[in-house]
């Protein structure tokens, strides 16, 4: 039997949005031994250099999207990377997939007004009833946890817009362009954004001094897994996915993200993150 590419579409989303669900609470356990903007640029930089030899004759780019390209990577990467760490720093790492899934309401209504797409009926009816779940989730510290944990949710969610604006784009350079490209000057643009921060954190801290475990695991798994297979996987989906269907996967992410966050950190759901995961599988 033959399996089309749609269904390898799902398939590829599947993996990656489980790999970006794992991703929050094993940055996060990381973030305690190696600093932010380091681990940012070490986990875009040096996959540009593992995939060169394997990718190099497939880097062109439609001279139509080279503004997207760039975009891709100051909005899927740049901006996204740097509020989720930041947001990483200061509210739990479960909060960071759960805000993240309310991306697909956005992405429809983008996907109605701008792409000419007709997301089904589920979709329309489905995305309000979780981002109500996502919005108990974002002000409910306002009231119980103080204001540093409201601030961090406040970045997941200027992370969360930064992405959906990468995979809007990208839904269009994915037509013209392949996955590998998009990936790898994504990746470029991405670093070149964290360059300076990264220096700044070398020139005050130090290059990975007396890195552990932790920060060994989160560079192997954002190098390996978060940055090259699941962008990848991602990039590759878009390709034969409207927008809108694209940005649902990600109501996996809390799921693996509890999974793994509960024994690795002892973050545990509290009512209104329950609360939240009930409207938002709903």
């Known amino acids: 039997m033959v399996i089309s590419n749609a269904k390898k579409a799902v398939l590829a989303l599947i993996i990656a949005n489980m790999i970006w669900g794992a991703a929050a609470p094993v940055f996060k ?7 932010p903007y380091t681990l940012a640029f070490l986990r875009f930089s040096v996959p540009l250099i593992l995939m060169y030899p394997f990718v190099r004759k497939k880097l062109k780019v439609n001279k139509k999207d080279f503004l997207n390209i760039i975009f891709i990577g100051i909005t899927g990467i740049g901006i996204n990377i740097i509020f989720f760490f930041q947001g990483l720093l200061h509210a739990p790492s479960i909060n960071a997939s759960l805000i993240g ?4 309401i956005f992405i429809i209504f983008y ?3 701008f792409l000419k797409e007709k997301p089904k009926r589920k979709l329309l009816l489905g995305a309000p009833i979780g981002l109500f779940g996502v919005i108990l989730v974002l002000i409910t510290p306002l009231f119980i946890n103080g204001s540093l944990v409201a601030i961090g949710n406040v970045f997941y969610l200027i992370a969360m817009l930064g992405a959906i604006t990468s995979i809007l784009i990208t839904r269009k350079a994915a037509k013209r362009n392949s996955p590998e490209s998009i990936t790898f000057w994504s990746f470029l643009v991405g670093s ?3 360059l300076p921060f990264f ?10 001094q007396n890195l552990d475990i932790r920060g060994i695991i989160g560079l192997i798994f954002g190098i390996l897994l978060s940055s090259l297979a699941a962008y990848f996987l991602h990039n590759w989906a878009l390709k034969y996915l409207a927008a809108a ?3 649902v996967f990600t109501y996996i992410d809390p799921v693996m993200a509890i999974l793994i966050a509960a024994p690795l950190l002892s973050e545990y759901p509290d009512t209104a993150f329950i609360f939240g995961t009930f409207f938002v599988l709903g």
């Not at 356990?29 to 600093?35: E, K, N, R, V």
């Not at 220096?199 to 990975?208: A, D, K, T």
């Open 111 to 113: 996907s109605l007004l």
């Open 245 to 247: 269907d694209v940005s």
């Open 192 to 194: 070149i954004v964290f």
């Open 29 to 35: 356990w990381a973030l305690s031994d190696i600093h």
């Open 101 to 104: 899934s309310s991306g697909p």
């Open 199 to 208: 220096i700044n954190e070398v020139n005050h801290f130090g290059f990975l």
